[in-house]
């Protein structure tokens, strides 16, 4: 499966394949006798306009007016000053354009087959004479800015036009006073008002060799060219001897699972830049749909899902270094909410300075943002086992988040800790009425870091703060609604979910913040019926990075069938014709997210979201295996249809790595692997023939290999 064909005509640039070293991006789309590349930088921003926290933004000042029912006084609080004439509303990243190359008439575009395994594609043309052949080969530099286009033996050369964004943006670009283009032979220059330069330099190194090069400020374009691609096949061949293998019975999850890990590394490659809503992929005919930001109340997070199961943690480390260098505006957000100089507030919509992009107040104090990065932190060493790092950024930066919520904190009469103003994330969107008390989405993140912070303390020879323990002991685990004996999960105290949405944030206890016991006797009912109403819902108002993470949900409530149904849904209702993973639906009657109930999204409003298609990739290995509540679950997702199936190296938490195989319906093998010394607790695959949990104890480098016949 690493290799994939797509079939031209390609009529828009997310319908084709891609390229991607973590900064540049390139799109191969085309018909005819013409090849479109659109490029993408994940780096290039236009800064403008950013909102800074601001001494009004206090807690007491949002609680005073929600209280109230103050909406213009909520509203005036977060809105940002008139942006100044001649500048955008908001930071957002810039489209670069696109090339053409036009082939001789005679050659019509056939086929782009993606050769995965050395991240390269090769161009097939029908030609009237002799058919089709070869035309040509695609890759791109894993160590510059780089396209390189190979001709085939015997193939014409293509003539090449340069058509900057400029050409299908310029009158937005030109209204927030950006000039025009500088057009030269070879390419255009842009330059921007604010912000750096954009070169795109292209040239014929050879009668069989073109490249091109996107270099920003002091890049140099001519230097740019000039790079090696000895490395790119031995780069891509380590990249794919390290990630899990799978085998499972299903075309189309083996074929999301290898495209996703592809695209993955093309996205987040430890030498580009952090990934965006979009990473490098940006297209060139509209500004890319919420500025292709970082979005920290879930997109950022199912972007870099895969890294931890498929042992690539160095591909996380862009984001760390980005985030480790907002931490004085961190700090500075959490001193003026409220009040304290050792909290870390991080609002959930900013650009790669952490100025805040939306205005969207519900999501600016969304504080679970800033767990869930703390959450990404510890996974990481979980993961890895980088001790050095936990004690240097995570562990201070956990102790930093939670500091807020402390601050945050109402003691209630029967001695209980409350939060007396929490939201939801996205749910009732920004209006007076989104917000509630003890939002059980909040209440998972509070718990996640007390647990994990006693933890992480003692591994380290740290003091605990007595705090952590009472947050255990007195915060609620989540709002339950209903008369004893019904209770459910809620969204915040006194409000069930009323309505299909997009955000499973008040099953987050569940995952990914596992802090509620489903299989509790005295959870498993309040469980049951929260599931209930989340199910009969329904999707209908459901985006595309929501049907992953209800895969992985249901993975943890023992639906194994609907995992791979859910996953198998997005692929045909979220991707367009050309593995495109879209915010909207493409298919119309499923859902409502960017489309009427008889028309699916017109496709100029065509919304591509790389969040998902990462998300579904991490959801494979999660249907595998995974940790629920400390304990290990070989094929928790895996459909009970697949008699036969298997996997290989699967990382998990505590260093572990993991493979299983599936025989005629039954766990045939389980093999652990211990990167470090530790203590893994196993669901008993076989539990007819002992124990129902494992408790196994390894030393470093360690590998045992489990068969039924150990336990009769």
């Not at 390139?26 to 659109?38: E, K, Y």
């Not at 930088?41 to 950013?50: G, L, P, Q, S, T």
């Not at 199961?309 to 760390?320: E, I, M, S, T, W």
């Not at 469980?527 to 595309?544: F, K, N, Q, S």
Request: aromatic share 10%; charged share 20%; glycine share 8%.
């Amino acid at each position: 499966m690493l290799s994939h064909t797509w079939h031209f005509p390609l009529p828009r640039p997310h319908t084709g394949p891609l390229l991607g070293n973590g900064t540049l991006g390139a799109m191969v789309w085309g018909d005819g006798n013409t090849l479109r590349l659109t490029l993408g930088r994940a780096d290039w921003w236009d800064h403008r306009h950013a909102m800074s926290w601001n001494a009004d933004m206090t807690y007491p000042n949002i609680r005073r007016l929600l209280e109230a029912a103050d909406e213009p006084g909520i509203r005036a609080l977060f809105n940002r000053t008139p942006a100044p004439s001649g500048w955008p509303h908001h930071p957002s990243v810039i489209p670069v354009g696109r090339l053409e190359l036009v082939f001789p008439a005679t050659h019509t575009l056939v086929s782009a087959v993606l050769n995965m395994g050395a991240g390269e594609i090769i161009l097939y043309a029908r030609n009237a004479s002799d058919g089709t052949h070869p035309l040509a080969t695609l890759d791109l530099s894993p160590d510059a800015p780089v396209v390189r286009l190979l001709l085939a033996p015997g193939a014409p050369s293509p003539n090449v036009a340069s058509l900057p964004a400029w050409n299908q943006i310029g009158d937005h670009l030109r209204s927030i006073s950006f000039p025009e283009p500088e057009m030269r032979p070879d390419g255009w220059i842009q330059r921007t008002p604010a912000d750096q330069t954009l070169i795109v330099r292209h040239q014929t190194v050879s009668p069989s060799e073109w490249r091109v090069a996107a270099v920003l400020g002091d890049e140099n374009p001519g230097k740019a060219l000039e790079v090696s691609f000895e490395n790119r096949a031995l780069w891509w061949a380590s990249y794919w001897q390290r990630v899990p293998r799978i085998d499972v019975p299903n075309d189309r999850w083996r074929f999301l699972y290898h495209y996703g890990l592809y695209k993955f590394a093309g996205l987040t490659a430890p030498q580009g830049v952090a990934a965006t809503l979009q990473g490098p992929w940006i297209e060139d005919y509209q500004m890319p749909p919420w500025s292709s930001d970082y979005h920290f109340n879930i997109n950022v997070q199912m972007c870099y899902w895969p890294a931890y199961q498929a042992g690539l943690g160095d591909h996380l480390k862009p984001l760390f270094t980005l985030i480790e260098g907002w931490l004085p505006k961190l700090r500075e957000n959490a001193r003026l909410f409220v009040g304290i100089d050792d909290g870390y507030l991080l609002p959930h919509a900013v650009d790669d300075r952490c100025g805040i992009i939306g205005v969207f107040w519900t999501g600016i104090i969304d504080h679970a943002c800033t767990a869930w990065v703390g959450k990404m932190m510890y996974d990481y060493y979980s993961y890895t086992g980088d001790e050095a790092f936990l004690r240097r950024l995570a562990y201070p930066f956990m102790k930093g988040a939670l500091r807020v919520y402390e601050a945050m904190f109402e003691r209630r009469p029967d001695g209980s800790l409350s939060l007396p103003v929490s939201v939801s994330p996205e749910y009732r969107a920004a209006q007076i009425n989104a917000w509630g008390r003890d939002a059980s989405f909040q209440l998972a993140a509070c718990h996640w870091l007390a647990n994990t912070l006693e933890t992480t303390a003692a591994l380290l020879g740290e003091t605990p703060s007595p705090a952590w323990r009472e947050i255990r002991e007195k915060l609620p685990l989540a709002s339950l609604h209903g008369d004893p004996g019904k209770e459910e999960v809620a969204l915040w105290e006194g409000l069930v979910i009323e309505e299909s949405h997009r955000h499973h944030s008040h099953l987050g206890g569940f995952h990914p913040f596992d802090t509620l016991p489903a299989e509790d006797p005295r959870w498993r009912e309040i469980t049951h019926r929260t599931v209930h109403r989340w199910i009969r819902e329904g999707m209908g108002l459901w985006a595309g990075w929501s049907m992953p993470w209800a895969a992985m949900l249901h993975a943890r409530f023992g639906n194994t069938d609907m995992t791979e149904l859910a996953l198998e849904i997005w692929e045909r209702v979220f991707t367009n014709e050309g593995h495109g993973t879209l915010h909207d639906v493409c298919v119309p009657g499923l859902s409502l997210m960017g489309t009427s109930s008889m028309r699916a999204t017109p496709v100029k409003k065509e919304i591509m979201q790389i969040d998902a298609g990462m998300a579904a990739t991490a959801a494979i290995m999660d249907s595998l295996v995974h940790t629920y509540r400390g304990v290990v679950r070989v094929f928790p997702g895996a459909s009970s249809r697949w008699k036969d199936c298997s996997f290989e190296r699967i990382h998990i938490e505590g260093g572990f790595i993991v493979s299983a195989r599936r025989v005629a319906g039954a766990v045939g093998s389980v093999t652990i692997e211990a990167t470090r010394s530790g203590r893994l607790v196993l669901q008993n695959p076989w539990p007819d023939k002992g124990e129902p949990r494992l408790t196994l104890d390894f030393k470093a480098g360690e590998s045992r290999k489990l068969v039924p016949a150990l336990f009769t």
